[in-house]
């Protein structure tokens, strides 16, 4: 519960510390100061062997002599077996159920969550709302009333996640702001909404662009992917096939590794990728090369209608998304990624043929940025991609590599 000796801090140094970090009073009272400057009290604890954490409240409204009352009483309650913060939820609950008005984060959030997902095309959605939310900020705020919840509060669940888990952070944040604006619609709470970003608490978190650096999907060199193919070529595993179709198409891992028998007209040549696996949600003709459609054709003598082109171990299961990862480990290729090969054809299409840039972000399904283009490209100019896959592919092997037919079962290289 920290140190024995109390009281090691006094109001002159409370006032002037600026270095982050925690910063020790005695039994288990801390000033916690933010990368930021954001300085809060914070009561730490160990109950059961697990060590526990709890928020006091922000220095602005919380005085040292007030910190050190309530850390006291605090301990006073361990010292009874009881551990603070179940405590404190416990009287939340009590106060709310006494309060028919009261409108807990929890309650107000499921609620939400409830009203939106009939709406929201992804069914896994709402569970990552609950999830997120279950996980960062229920602990703090989820029975706090939500006329209550402030910016110390949201300050304090996104700063520990900020810098290490940014995409995270960024949803948690936004979906904070939601359930607080639904909560103000409905009368239960008044005011700015503490987890709103823009002229708030972006002066209190480092911006996103400070935060995260871009890392991108390591890459095979293009000069080197005829070298590569025959490689491929020469595995029997599912996850063989399924990489060598992905690489010669250009779609993501998803989009290769859910596809189905069904999608393939291999009387015209096309695969047609469903909306609802597409990152823009915009279904994809994808033209297929004489490659490609060989892999196709072999795999589709082992696919089972309504199943999956490269089935996985688990029947009824596709296979694993790091099936061809560990493949590409197992042949030696540790330092490269299966998305990074949208970049390796990215490359070749810039540095080697003289194809324009917009069919190749076509063929990668990227979102087109300039309005005015999107507006008048209203085509998905197949049969121009089609020459550029079927000459893509041919640099992909200068000799035409066998399709080595697959085994049942087969998931080995």
């Known amino acids: 519960m920290g140190s024995k000796q109390l009281h090691r801090l006094n109001a002159l140094r409370v006032s002037r510390e600026v270095q982050p970090g925690y910063h020790a009073d005695g039994g288990g009272l801390y000033l916690q100061i933010s990368s930021s400057g954001s300085r809060s009290w914070i009561f730490r604890y160990m109950f059961l062997k697990r060590a526990r954490e709890m928020g006091l409240g922000p220095l602005a409204s ?41 409108l807990t984060f929890r309650q107000a959030a499921t609620d939400f969550i409830a009203a939106h997902k009939g709406s929201w095309k992804n069914k896994k959605h709402a569970q990552q709302w609950e999830n997120t939310l279950t996980t960062y900020a229920y602990p703090i705020i989820g029975t706090t009333d939500v006329r209550d919840v402030d910016t110390p509060m949201v300050v304090r669940i996104l700063q520990p996640i900020w810098l290490e888990k940014p995409e995270t952070a960024s949803r948690v944040r936004g979906r904070i702001e939601s359930v607080l604006d639904a909560a103000k619609a409905l009368g239960k709470r008044s005011g700015e909404n503490p987890a709103r970003w823009r002229g708030h608490l972006e002066q209190i978190l480092p911006k996103r662009k400070r935060a995260r650096r871009v890392k991108h999907h390591p890459a095979l060199p293009y000069a080197q992917i005829s070298e590569f193919m025959p490689q491929l070529a020469e595995r029997p595993a599912p996850a063989a096939r399924a990489l060598h179709l992905l690489i010669l198409t250009c779609v993501r891992t998803s989009e290769a590794l859910l596809a189905r028998p069904e999608e393939f007209d291999l009387d015209r040549n096309v695969w047609t990728v469903p909306p609802d696996r597409m990152k823009m949600e915009v279904a994809l003709r994808v033209p297929l090369s004489e490659s490609a459609v060989a892999i196709v054709r072999e795999a589709l003598k082992m696919a089972k209608p309504g199943g999956y082109l490269f089935p996985g171990q688990k029947i009824g299961k596709p296979l694993s998304n790091m099936a061809m990862l560990n493949l590409l480990d197992r042949m030696g290729y540790t330092d490269i990624t299966v998305h990074g090969f949208r ?23 990227h979102a087109v940025e300039s309005k005015v283009e999107g507006a008048y490209r209203r085509g998905d100019m197949l049969e121009r991609r089609r020459k550029m896959m079927e000459e893509w592919a041919r640099y992909c092997s200068s000799k035409k590599a066998p399709v080595v037919p697959l085994t049942t079962r087969q998931s080995a290289a």
Do not use: Q
């Open 62 to 102: 919380v005085s040292l002599a007030e910190a050190r009352a309530e850390a006291g009483r605090l301990r006073k309650l361990l010292s009874e077996g009881i551990d603070p913060i179940e405590a404190r939820n416990a009287d939340r609950e009590r106060a709310a159920a006494a309060a028919p008005d009261v």
């Open 343 to 365: 970049s390796t054809f990215r490359d070749w299409v810039a540095e080697c043929t003289e194809y324009a840039d917009s069919l190749a972000e076509m063929a990668l399904a």
